[in-house]
């Protein structure tokens, strides 16, 4: 089974410029979660999803958003880019409803750039 | 505001030295709580999870981490650790009341040298 796969691996953009990132689950798997890491510390949630609805938002401001396709892959767009931003934005699936504990899977990340 | 705090940013070890990387957390509540790792170049991947029970938990790669519920901790351990753990270890903490929001700690950079 292919894992969960995020496009592009690498992304240079500039202030001001709007950015989607794409990810696509382990087949089966209905829950989409992004997250932001940025260099030297610990993933920070952004967004979850389940069933194309959003379960969860993190504190992160409107200029990033999401949504999950019937497919259950999902896009992250962020509108006017800041230098900030650049991290590496994780995308993660999982298998289970909204019931604790289920473990989640990681892609590689999309590594952004702004400069 | 809940949080996750890991004690240690960096550990050097040699190669068959003990491990423990220490994870602790604020929130009162029922938790879960896991521990990933990230080899270098490679995405985060899961090493154990505690939901309930047995608070001492196995992971894989000899990995073991114990939960102490008065101590809000949830400490990392191995008996002897080898080249190959060298990696990023982050402690994470999911509570009831957020779906599936994990906070995560900062991270341990663990350098085992051969």
């Known amino acids: 089974d292919a894992g969960v796969t995020q496009s592009p691996t690498h992304l240079i953009k500039t202030r001001g410029q709007q950015v989607t990132l794409r990810c696509s689950p382990i087949?089966?798997?209905?829950?989409v979660s992004w997250y932001q890491q940025v260099l030297g510390q610990g993933p920070q949630f952004i967004f979850q999803?389940?069933?194309?609805?959003?379960?969860g938002r993190g504190n992160f401001p409107d200029r990033f958003s999401a949504r999950q396709f019937p497919n259950y892959s999902s896009e992250l767009n962020v509108n006017a880019l800041l230098l900030g931003d650049s991290a590496l934005y994780l995308c993660?699936?999982?298998?289970?409803?909204?019931?604790?504990?289920?473990?989640?899977?990681f892609g590689n990340g999309t590594r952004l750039t702004v400069t | 505001a809940q949080s996750v705090s890991q004690h240690n940013h960096h550990v050097i070890l040699s190669e068959a030295a003990s491990l423990e990387l220490g994870c602790n957390y604020s929130?009162?509540?029922?938790?879960?709580l896991f521990w990933y790792v990230q080899y270098p170049g490679q995405h985060l991947q899961l090493l154990l999870k505690?939901?309930?029970?047995d608070p001492l938990v196995k992971g894989i790669k000899g990995f073991e981490a114990e939960f102490i519920k008065s101590k809000f901790s949830f400490n990392l351990r191995k008996p002897s650790v080898q080249w190959s753990d060298t990696a990023e270890y982050f402690c994470?903490?999911?509570?009831?009341?957020?779906?599936?929001?994990?906070?995560w700690g900062l991270g341990t950079s663990l350098a085992v040298n051969p």
């Open positions: 994470a903490v999911m509570n009831a009341g957020n779906n599936r929001k994990l906070i």
């Open positions: 993660a699936s999982s298998n289970n409803t909204l019931l604790l504990g289920s473990p989640l899977h």
């Open positions: 999803y389940y069933e194309k609805e959003e379960r």
């Open positions: 087949s089966g798997h209905k829950s």
């Open positions: 505690y939901f309930s029970g």
């Open positions: 929130y009162g509540g029922t938790v879960n």
